[in-house]
Every structure is written in structure tokens, then in C-alpha cells.
């Protein structure tokens, strides 16, 4: 009895070339392993680089205009609206030189020229009545307005930073 002759060597082997029978595993190097978590570590590290790259840049633009914003002279104009006369106080510069105008007549309007990135004015009302209100214009822009209040005793204050966004 004759036998076909086979695909394989007399050691079972495939002949040079030749792909394995099925069912049996290739010979020669080994499948190479995937290496999905190398990629998958590689996105994570790179979020967390793109993360704080941003955070800097957001932090430096910040800054940057916070110093500007410190050492760029203004003009601010103070106003408080009203009738009779109030108790006023409003800053010149930074928060801790303020200046003061004791029983000044309203209408009141203050206009200084100063360094700095915080203003404020504020009234007690100490006669007359009707409405009373504060503004604050920085540059030639209303910054800051109070709604307008009533009574004898009446107080109002308007405060603005230049980190505030403006209308």
C-alpha cells in the first residue's frame, strides 16, 4: 500500500516555505506581544503634560496683566449721586491710602490720577434725603455703579479690581 505523499518532512516538520498543518502553532519567533499599555501610558502622560502647560500659561497671562495692570497709570473719577450731603470715602492708588471728604456736598465728583488695580468709594449719607448712589469710571469707563438707596441713613459703596471683566 502506497501512501499519497505528505506535505511534511519525515520529522513531522513543514518543508521550508511551507505554512504549518492546522492546528499546529508556526515555528520560528514567537508572536510578538501587543503593546497596548505602553500607548495607553503614553496618553495618560501626555494629558497630564498638556494639563499643567495650560495651567502655566493661564497662570503667566494672569500675571502678566496683573503687572501691567499695577504699574499703568489711571484716571479714575469717583461719583456719588444724590441730594444733601454725605460722608465719603474713596481710595487713590492702592487699598491702603484712602482719602476722605467729611459732610461733602452731592452731587460728589472725584477725579484722581493713580497706579494700581483696586478702587472704591463708599458714602454714609449725613443730610438731606432721596436717592443715593456711587460710580466709579476707570480710563473713561463706568467700572462700577450702585443701585441707587433710600432713607436718612442711607450707605452705599462701589469697589472695583481690574481683574474683574467689565460691561
Known sequence: MTYPPSAESPQGQPFPGQQPPYGQPPFGQPPKKSKV???V???VLGVIILFFVGCAVVVGSIANKVNNDLNAEHSVVYEVIGAGSANIGFTEGDLDSASAAADAPLPF???VKVKGI???VNAI????????ACKITVDGKV????APQTGTM??????????????
Not at 143 to 146: D, F, I, P, Q, R
Not at 154 to 167: D, G, Q, W
Open 125 to 132: 449719607r449725613s443730610g438731606g434725603d432721596g436717592p443715593l
Open 37 to 39: 499599555w505602553l500607548w
Open 118 to 120: 483696586a478702587f472704591a
Open 109 to 111: 465728583k472725584k477725579e
Open 154 to 167: 442711607t450707605s452705599v459703596e462701589c469697589a472695583y479690581t481690574s481683574l474683574e471683566p467689565t460691561r
Open 143 to 146: 467700572v462700577k455703579e450702585s
Open 41 to 43: 501610558l503614553l496618553s
